[in-house]
C-alpha cells in the first residue's frame, strides 16, 4: 500500500488530527502485515505533534523492528526526516522505559494543570 501524503493533507503536515487520520488508515493495514510506503512528495511543513499521533503511538502494540520491516518513508525532506527520526526514537523510549514513561507522563499531568 502507497500513500500520498500530499494528496491527503496538502504541504503541510502539522496538526494532531491529521496525524491520527493517518494513524487510522495505516495502523490497520500495519497489524495485518502489509507494507506501506508513505511517500512525502510535496510536503514543505511539519511539526513533531503529526508525528506523534501518525507513527509514534504505532510503537504502542508494534515492536520498533517490525515497524522498520513495514514501514517506508519516503521522499521526505531533510528538515521533516530529521523531526520523523527524532519522535521515532522518543517513541521507542517511551514505549520502551516504564521510568521514562512515568516521568513523561507526570510532566504533561503537570502542563495540563497550569492550562
Request: net charge negative.
Amino acid at each position: 500500500m502507497k500513500l500520498k501524503i500530499y494528496e491527503l493533507f496538502g504541504e503541510n503536515c502539522m496538526t494532531q488530527q491529521a496525524g491520527q487520520l493517518l494513524y487510522e488508515k495505516i495502523y490497520p493495514e500495519l497489524k495485518a502485515n502489509q507494507v506501506i510506503e508513505l511517500d512525502f512528495e510535496g510536503g514543505k511543513r511539519f511539526l513533531s505533534v503529526f508525528f506523534n499521533f501518525a507513527i509514534g503511538q504505532l510503537l504502542y502494540d508494534i515492536q520498533s523492528e517490525d515497524l522498520e520491516q513495514l514501514l517506508f518513508i519516503t521522499n521526505l525532506s531533510p528538515v521533516g526526516q530529521q523531526i520523523y527520526d527524532r519522535v521515532l526514537e522518543n517513541a521507542k523510549q517511551y514505549y520502551s522505559n516504564a521510568e521514562y514513561r512515568h516521568a513523561v507522563d507526570e510532566m504533561v499531568q503537570e502542563q495540563s494543570l497550569c492550562l
